[in-house]
C-alpha cells in the first residue's frame, strides 16, 4: 500500500533534472506525460472511493492531481490536526482547499465550544441539586427544585449516565426532603390542633365544675347531660393526646377534674337511684313516732353508699336523711373552699414574686419554669380570686418574652457553632455506640443553650441529628427490641379497643366516629409490624375478638342504613313516570337530601345502591331536558316559520293597500299561539303594531274622504237621507241646533285648525263652555273623531232648502283633512 501511495504522488516533474545518464544505469523507457497523469487521476479518484484515512485525505488534500480531487478530499477532513496542517500547507496554493479547511475548523471549534458550555451547565445543575438537597433554606423550595428539574429536561440527553445517576439521586434526595417538610407541617399543625382540643376540653371541664359548685342543693344537673359530657370529652381527651407529648401537669389537671366530674356524675347516678328509698326515711322523720335504731343505721349507711364528693354544695334532698342519721347540714364546706382559694393566692403572689425576682437577674430557665408554676397557679384560681393577677401576669409574660429574645441573641453563636458540629458528625463513620453517645452530648449542650427560637435554626440542628444518627437506627432497633415494642403497642390498641367497646353506649353513639375507630385500629394494628409470633398469637385472639366485637353493631347499623337507602332507590324509580313532571323531580331533590343524611354502609353496597338511585335520578331529569329540547325545537321552528314569514312581509308597507294590510295582520295573528323567542316575537309584535297603525291610518282616511263627499254634496244641493249612515240620525238628534258656522267653528276646534278673525271671538266662547262643560281635556283621537262625527251628521242632516255657504264648506273639509295629516 505504501509503494502504490508513493507511485500516485511523486513529483510531476520528471526524475531527471540535469546532466546525462548514469552509465551504470541501464536508460529506461520514456512514459508520456499525459499517461502518467492519467493513471494517478484514475488512482487518486479510486482511493476517494473507497475508505481513505484522514492521513491519506490529508496527502490527496494537498497533492491532488486535479481540483476537485483536492477540494473533495478537503471536505472529508474531519480530524483537527490534519485539517491544521492542511490548512498551513495550502495557504497561498489552493484558495479553494485553504477555504474548506478553515470553515471546518472553524466549525469545530464552535461545536467543542458548545459541547463544553453543555458540560459546564449539566455540571452546574448537578451542584445546584446537590446544593439544593444539603440547604437549610426552605423558602421556594419546591419552585427552585422545579425550575432545576425543568432546566435538566432539555439536557438530559447529553448526559452522561453517572451524571444523570448523580442528578437523579440530587433530586431525590430534594423530594424527600419536600415530604419531611410536608409531614413537618402536617404533624405541626396535627399537634396544635390537639392542643386547642386538650385546652378546649379542660376548659369546659374546668367551667363545669365551677358551675356545680357554685349552685345551690334545691337543683340538681341532668343525669344524662353529665353523663354524655363525661364520655364526650373523654373520647375528645384521647384523640387529643394519641401520638403527641403531653405534660405532666396538663394530664394531671385533666385526671384530677375528670375524676372530680366522675365522682360527682356516680354520686348523682346512686342519688337517683335512691330516691324511693329516701322518701321512705324522709316520711319516716316527719312522722310523730320515734325514730329507731334501724331507721338511723339504715340512713347512716345510705349516705356512706351514696358518698357525695366533697366541695359541691349538698343536695336538699339528702338533709331529711342526715337530720335522720344525726348529722348536720355542713355550710362550713364554701368557707374550706374560701380558705382554700386564700391559699392558693398566697401560693400564687410568692410565686409571682419569685418571677419579678428571676426575670430581673435575667435567669432565663429558673424563668421559665416559675413562668409555667404561676400560669398552673392562676388556672387553679376561680374567677373572682383570678381576675386582680390577670393584668400582673400578662405583663410578666411579656417580659419573659423580651427576655427569650436576649437569650435568642447571646445563645445563637453557640447554637449555630453546635449545628456544624452536628453536620460534620454526620458525616463521619463511627461505631454507632460512640456516635450516639456524641449526639446526645451535642443536644444535652443545645437544650442547656434553652432552645431556640429560631425555627430555622432549630431545623438545620435537628435535620443534622437525623442525619447523624440515621447510620445507627438498624444497630439500636435490634438492640432495643422492635418485636417487643410493637408488640406492647398491640396490647395498647386492644386495651384501648377494650376500654371502648364497655363504655359505648349503641343507643346515642356516633356511627361514623365508631367507624372510624374500627379503621384506625386496624391500621395501627398492621403498622406495628414485625411482632415475635409466639407472643402475638393471644394478642391477635383478642384483637379478634374485639373487632367481632366491634364489627357486630356496625354491620347492624350499615344494614339498616342500606335498608334505608333502599327505600330511597324504589321510590326514586317509581317517579321516574310520574306526573306532574315539576312534582317528581321536587321529591327527587328531596330524596336526594334524606340520602345524604343516612349514616355508614358497607362500600361496595352503598355503590350499587347509589348507582340505582343515580340512574333513577337521571332518568327524572332526562325527562325534563326532553321536555326542555322539545319546547326549544318548537321554539326554533316557530322562529323559523316567524321569520321567514317577517321576510315575506317585508314588502307590505304604510302606502300598501288596506286588504294587503288586513291580509299581513291576519298572518301574523296566526302565529299568536306558536312558543317564540323573545327576540322574534318582539319583531312580530313590532309588525302587528306598524300594520295595525298604517291600516288604522288607511280606514280613517276613506271615512274621512267620505265624509268630506258628503259635505260637498250638501254644498251641491243636498244630500239624500237614505245616503247616509244609518246612525246618523241618531247622532244628529242628541245635538242641539247648531248654526252652519258654528259647526265649521267646533270642526276646527277638534281638528286644531285656525279660524278666521271674524270668527276668533265666537271661537273663544266655544272654547269657554267647552271648558264649563267638561269636554276641553277629553280630547283624544277616539274622542275627536266621534264628535268630528257628530257635527258632520248634523251638517248633512240640515234641510236641503238650506244650502250652506261655500267658503264654510271648504273650511268645514280643511278641519276635517287636518285630522288626516
Request: aromatic share 4%; glycine share 4%.
Amino acid at each position: 500500500m505504501a509503494a502504490f501511495i508513493q507511485k500516485l504522488f511523486k513529483s510531476r516533474k520528471s526524475s531527471e533534472t540535469t546532466g546525462k545518464p548514469r552509465k551504470d544505469v541501464p536508460e529506461q523507457p520514456q512514459v508520456p506525460q499525459e499517461d502518467l497523469r492519467a493513471d494517478q487521476r484514475e488512482g487518486q479518484l479510486g482511493l476517494l472511493k473507497g475508505s481513505p484515512s484522514q492521513e491519506q485525505l490529508g496527502k490527496l488534500a494537498l497533492e491532488g492531481v486535479t481540483a476537485d480531487i483536492r477540494l473533495s478530499a478537503a471536505k472529508g477532513l474531519t480530524d483537527p490536526e490534519q485539517l491544521q496542517k492542511v490548512q498551513k500547507q495550502a495557504k497561498g496554493r489552493d484558495k479553494g482547499v485553504y477555504q474548506t479547511v478553515k470553515q471546518a475548523l472553524q466549525a469545530h471549534r464552535q461545536e467543542m465550544e458548545r459541547q463544553e458550555n453543555v458540560a459546564r451547565t449539566i455540571t452546574t445543575l448537578i451542584n445546584n441539586a446537590q446544593e439544593q438537597a444539603r440547604s437549610e433554606d426552605t423558602k421556594l423550595y419546591q419552585a427552585r427544585l422545579e425550575a432545576l428539574t425543568n432546566q435538566w429536561k432539555e439536557l438530559e440527553s447529553q448526559a452522561t449516565a453517572e451524571q444523570v445517576q448523580q442528578f437523579l439521586e440530587a433530586t431525590h434526595r430534594c423530594r424527600e426532603r419536600l415530604q419531611e417538610m410536608e409531614a413537618a407541617r402536617q404533624e405541626e399543625k396535627r399537634h396544635s390542633e390537639q392542643l386547642r382540643q386538650r385546652e378546649e376540653t379542660l376548659e369546659l371541664l374546668t367551667s363545669t365544675l365551677e358551675d356545680l359548685k357554685s349552685q345551690t342543693g334545691d337543683s340538681l344537673p341532668s343525669l344524662s347531660s353529665l353523663d354524655a359530657l363525661q364520655r364526650t370529652q373523654e373520647n375528645r381527651w384521647l384523640e387529643a393526646t394519641r401520638d403527641t407529648d403531653v405534660s405532666r401537669q396538663e394530664q394531671k389537671t385533666y385526671e384530677s377534674a375528670m375524676l372530680a366530674l366522675r365522682n360527682y356524675l356516680s354520686a348523682l347516678r346512686r342519688l337517683t337511684q335512691a330516691r324511693e328509698h329516701i322518701g321512705e326515711l324522709s316520711a319516716a322523720l316527719d312522722s310523730d313516732e320515734a325514730v329507731t335504731t334501724e331507721q338511723q343505721e339504715q340512713a347512716k349507711t345510705l349516705i356512706r353508699e351514696i358518698d357525695w364528693p366533697e366541695g359541691f354544695p349538698k343536695p336538699a334532698l339528702l338533709e331529711p336523711v342526715r337530720k335522720l342519721a344525726g348529722k348536720r347540714t355542713e355550710k362550713p364546706a364554701q368557707k374550706e373552699d374560701q380558705g382554700d382559694q386564700k391559699a392558693r393566692v398566697d401560693n400564687l403572689k410568692i410565686t409571682l414574686d419569685k418571677l419579678e425576682s428571676t426575670l430581673e437577674a435575667k435567669q432565663f430557665r429558673e424563668s421559665r419554669q416559675l413562668l409555667k408554676t404561676a400560669q398552673n397557679q392562676f388556672r387553679d384560681l376561680d374567677r373572682r380570686h383570678a381576675k386582680p393577677f390577670q393584668a400582673r401576669i400578662q405583663l410578666l409574660t411579656g417580659q419573659f418574652r423580651e427576655l427569650s429574645d436576649w437569650q435568642g441573641f447571646a445563645t445563637e453563636p453557640k447554637q449555630i457553632s453546635l449545628c456544624e458540629q452536628m453536620e460534620y458528625l454526620a458525616e463521619q463513620p463511627m461505631e454507632p455506640e460512640a456516635k450516639a453517645e456524641r449526639i446526645k452530648e451535642l443536644q444535652t449542650e443545645w437544650r442547656e443553650l434553652g432552645g431556640s427560637s429560631d425555627r430555622a435554626l432549630w431545623t438545620r440542628f435537628k435535620s443534622a441529628s437525623d442525619r447523624a444518627f440515621e447510620p445507627c437506627k438498624a444497630y439500636f432497633e435490634a438492640k432495643s427490641g422492635l418485636k417487643q415494642a410493637n408488640l406492647e403497642k398491640r396490647q395498647a390498641i386492644c386495651a384501648e379497643l377494650e376500654t371502648f367497646l364497655e363504655n359505648a353506649d349503641w343507643t346515642t353513639i356516633d356511627w361514623k366516629g365508631a367507624e372510624r375507630i374500627h379503621q384506625t385500629a386496624r391500621q395501627e394494628w398492621k403498622a406495628a409490624w414485625p411482632v415475635e409470633f409466639r407472643d402475638n398469637r393471644p394478642v391477635q385472639k383478642r384483637f379478634d375478638d374485639l373487632l367481632k366485637r366491634l364489627e357486630s353493631p356496625l354491620d347492624e347499623e350499615r344494614r339498616r342504613n342500606e335498608g334505608l337507602k333502599q327505600a330511597i332507590v324504589e321510590k326514586a324509580e317509581a317517579l321516574i313516570e310520574h306526573e306532574p313532571l315539576q312534582e317528581a323531580m321536587n321529591e327527587a331533590k328531596a330524596l336526594q337530601s334524606e340520602w345524604k343524611a343516612i349514616g355508614i354502609t358497607r362500600h361496595r353496597e352503598d355503590r350499587k345502591l347509589w348507582q340505582a338511585f343515580r340512574k333513577a335520578c337521571d332518568q327524572i331529569f332526562a325527562r325534563r331536558d326532553a321536555q326542555r329540547n322539545a319546547r326549544q325545537q318548537a321554539t326554533e321552528t316557530a322562529d323559523r316559520e316567524a321569520t321567514e314569514l317577517l321576510d315575506q312581509l317585508a314588502g307590505v308597507t304604510a302606502d300598501s293597500s288596506a286588504e294587503t294590510l288586513g291580509d299581513a295582520l291576519e298572518k301574523l295573528r296566526e302565529t299568536k299561539g306558536n312558543t317564540l323567542s323573545q327576540d322574534v316575537k318582539d319583531r312580530v309584535q313590532a309588525a302587528r303594531l306598524q300594520f295595525q297603525q298604517a291600516l288604522d291610518d288607511k280606514l280613517l282616511q276613506q271615512k274621512v274622504s267620505q265624509w268630506q263627499e258628503l259635505v260637498r254634496a250638501r254644498g251641491n244641493g243636498g244630500v239624500a237621507p237614505s245616503e247616509l249612515p244609518g246612525h246618523w240620525q241618531t247622532l244628529a238628534s242628541n245635538q242641539t241646533g247648531l248654526s252652519d258656522r258654528e259647526l265649521v267653528i267646533r270642526a276646527e276646534i277638534l281638528a286644531g285648525a285656525e279660524s278666521p278673525a271674524e270668527d276668533q271671538q265666537r271661537r273663544m266662547e266655544i272654547q269657554v263652555q267647552r271648558l264649563s262643560e267638561g269636554m276641553g281635556n277629553s280630547e283624544q283621537t277616539g274622542d275627536r273623531l266621534s264628535e268630528l262625527e257628530k257635527l258632520v251628521a248634523q251638517w248633512c242632516l240640515q234641510p236641503s232648502d238650506n244650502t250652506p255657504e261655500a267658503a264654510l264648506s271648504e273650511r268645514l273639509n280643511n278641519a276635517l283633512a287636518g285630522v288626516t295629516d
